[in-house]
């Protein structure tokens, strides 16, 4: 069983010509950008706990179903606490540049 990755839903993937911080026009700002990648978590987070409750209740049949819903969420969640830890880092090294 294989399962594709794809992009976080409104990324633009390395080499588009895109500049980090700049909005295209017709693009999505960074804040949708942000809003649907922590909406598709939201709903990522939501199948690992469906499919967790099937394998304790017996509903499931498949058992390595549920163990990649759950794995694949919390990879999403580190990657999440991860881009979030970055953005603050960012954000203290610029108010700590003198004028």
């Known amino acids: 069983m294989s399962f594709a990755v794809g992009p976080i839903g409104g990324a633009l993937p390395i080499g588009t010509g895109a500049v980090q911080g700049v909005q295209k026009s017709g693009g999505a700002s960074f ?57 603050v880092e960012a954000f203290n090294d610029i108010m700590r540049m003198q004028a």
């Open 31 to 87: 804040g949708q950008i942000m809003s649907t990648a922590l909406s598709e978590v939201q709903n990522t987070q939501k199948t690992a706990e469906s499919t967790a409750l099937k394998a304790v209740t017996g509903d499931m049949t498949d058992i390595h179903n549920a163990t990649i819903a759950a794995t694949r969420a919390q990879v999403t969640l580190e990657l999440v606490a991860t881009v979030r830890n970055k953005g």
